[in-house]
C-alpha cells in the first residue's frame, strides 16, 4: 500500500474545515496624519461563504478610498490591450516551447476542462496559458470571480461614492510576467497543471486558512509553496510587487485620512509579505 502524503491529507482535512464564522485576518499601520488598513484577499469565492465581520465592516465604514493590487481591475475593455501586447508571443507558438510529454500533459488538460483547442492556445505565452488553467479549474468546483473579495469591495465602495484605485497599472503588473526566464514560464505553466490535478483540496485548504485568519498556514501553503517550486515567479510576483507596493503605501502613510487596501492573501503571509516590506521601511503594522 502506498504510503499517505502527509501534505494531502492536511489539505484534504482542510478542505471541510471552512468554520461557519470566519473572520480572515486585518492588519493596521498609522502615520500621526493616516491609517491605512491591510486585509488579505481571495480572487474567487464560492458563494456560500460569509466571510464578513464587524471588525472589518468598521474598517471599511471609516476608510475613505479603497487599493487593490492593479487598477482598472474590472475592465475587460482596458485590460485586453495589455494581455495582447504581453500575454501573446506569435512569433514562438506555445507547443514549439513544450516538449512531448509536456504536450501531452496540456491536451489532457484542454479536453478535461473544455478549454479552447490547443491551436488557440498557440499564441499565448506560457504564463498566461497557466493563468486560463488555474481559473477554468477554480470554476469548475464552483469558485466564481464574481463572489471574490475585490470585486465585492469595488461594487461597495463604487456604490457608496468612494474612489477605487490600484497600488500599480495594469501595464506594470503585466510586466511582472515579461521579465520571467522562459524557463520560469514553463515552471508555472507546469504547476498549474500540477495544482488542476489536485482538484479541490489546496484551494480549499487555502480558503479555510483565509476565513480562519490563519497567516502562517497560508504561508505554507501559498508563499513557501511557491518560493520552493517556482522560485522566480516568487520573487518577481510576490516579493518585487510587495517592496514597490510598501513604498507606495509609505507614500500614502504621508497624507492624510482613511485607506482600505485589499491584495491577495499570499502578500501578507510569509516572510517576504508586504508587512515585512512595511517593516524595512520604519514602519509598524499591527495586526487588528
Do not use: C
Request: net charge negative; glycine share 6%.
Amino acid at each position: 500500500m502506498k504510503p499517505l502524503n502527509p501534505l494531502r491529507v492536511l489539505l484534504l482535512l482542510l478542505a471541510t474545515a471552512i468554520p461557519a464564522h470566519a473572520e480572515p485576518a486585518l492588519w493596521v499601520a498609522r502615520s500621526p496624519t493616516a491609517t491605512v488598513y491591510l486585509f488579505g484577499t481571495v480572487h474567487m469565492l464560492k458563494d456560500d461563504l460569509a466571510w464578513r465581520s464587524p471588525r472589518i465592516d468598521r474598517a471599511l465604514a471609516a476608510s475613505q478610498d479603497l487599493w487593490l493590487e492593479t487598477e482598472n481591475a474590472f475592465d475587460a475593455a482596458a485590460i485586453a490591450p495589455f494581455i495582447r501586447q504581453y500575454g501573446t508571443d506569435a512569433a514562438h507558438p506555445l507547443s514549439t516551447k513544450l516538449n512531448t510529454v509536456e504536450r501531452t500533459r496540456l491536451q489532457t488538460v484542454v479536453d478535461r476542462d473544455g478549454l479552447p483547442p490547443i491551436a488557440r492556445l498557440e499564441p499565448l505565452r506560457p504564463w498566461l496559458v497557466a493563468l486560463f488553467i488555474e481559473i477554468s479549474g477554480l470554476q469548475k468546483i464552483g469558485y466564481d470571480p464574481n463572489h471574490g473579495v475585490e470585486k465585492i469591495l469595488t461594487a461597495e465602495m463604487t456604490e457608496s461614492g468612494r474612489p477605487t484605485h490600484g497600488l500599480e497599472t495594469t501595464e506594470a503588473a503585466l510586466k511582472y510576467f515579461t521579465h520571467l526566464r522562459p524557463k520560469a514560464e514553463l515552471q508555472m505553466l507546469d504547476e498549474a497543471m500540477d495544482d488542476e490535478k489536485e482538484g479541490a483540496s489546496k484551494i480549499n485548504a487555502i480558503v479555510a486558512a483565509w476565513a480562519a485568519g490563519n497567516v502562517d498556514l497560508i504561508g505554507k501553503l501559498v508563499d513557501a509553496d511557491a518560493a520552493a517550486k517556482e522560485p522566480e515567479a516568487y520573487q518577481a510576483l510576490i516579493v518585487d510587487r510587495n517592496i514597490a507596493w510598501a513604498a507606495r503605501l509609505r507614500d500614502r502613510l504621508k497624507g492624510t485620512g482613511v485607506s482600505f487596501v485589499a491584495v491577495g492573501a499570499g502578500h501578507l503571509a510569509g516572510p517576504d509579505s508586504l508587512q515585512s516590506q512595511l517593516a524595512s521601511l520604519g514602519i509598524t503594522v499591527k495586526r487588528e
